[in-house]
Structures are given as structure tokens and as C-alpha cells.
């Protein structure tokens, strides 16, 4: 490792970092929806062509990400699924959330490809 100057030290000792390898990780981080996902694609892998309601947000921007990840193949689980999922993220104005403002439900379809 390069020598530290005295500015550099100091920032070490001022914030408390700590110049160190990572530890190994015997376990992957998973997300508290992982199971809810697995059970969805289940089912639409069973219902083919058939549109399931999976989940509801309290704001668009998340909604749509999470149907762009899906489509675009990004989100865990659908990578390398070709054209087989839609996701789509649509306004729910009869349900609404903590600010009395509209939710957003994704909706998930399995095509399985021929």
C-alpha cells in the first residue's frame, strides 16, 4: 500500500475508516419479496397468457421501474427469459394509500415462448 499523507491519515482516524479486505459472504443478500416473486412466476407459468395482479405501490416511480426491470430482463428471476414476461405497472384510483393519493399495481403475464 502507498504511503498516507498526514491529511489522509487524519481523515482515517476523523471518520473512523478502516483500510481492510471485505470478509467472505457464504450467503447471497436476498430481497424480502424474492419468495412472493417465485410464487408469481409459478403461478403464471401455469396460466399462461393469463394477466396476474402481483403487487401494489404507493408510487408510480417504483411500480414502473419494477415492470421495466422485468421487461428489459434485469429483476432476478427473469433474466434470460427472452419475451416470455410482461410486466405491466397501471394507476389503481380506488385504492389509495397513506396520502390519500392513488396506488400503482403491477400486473405479471407468462408467454411461454413456442
Not at 29 to 48: F, G, T, V
Amino acid at each position: 500500500m502507498a504511503r498516507l499523507n498526514k491529511a489522509d491519515e487524519e481523515a482515517l482516524e476523523t471518520f473512523g475508516f478502516v483500510v481492510e479486505e471485505p470478509p467472505e459472504q457464504e450467503n447471497t443478500r436476498r430481497s424480502r419479496y424474492e419468495p412472493m416473486w417465485d410464487a408469481a412466476r409459478a403461478l403464471c407459468a401455469k396460466m399462461p397468457g393469463k394477466s396476474l395482479r402481483v403487487r401494489s405501490y404507493n408510487n408510480a416511480s417504483t411500480a414502473y421501474n419494477d415492470a421495466k426491470a422485468i421487461n428489459n430482463g434485469e429483476k432476478r428471476g427473469f433474466e434470460d427469459q427472452g419475451d416470455q414476461w410482461l410486466a405491466v405497472a397501471a394507476k389503481n384510483e380506488e385504492v389509495l394509500n397513506d396520502k390519500n393519493e392513488p396506488t400503482y399495481d403491477l400486473y405479471l403475464k407468462y408467454t411461454p415462448s413456442e
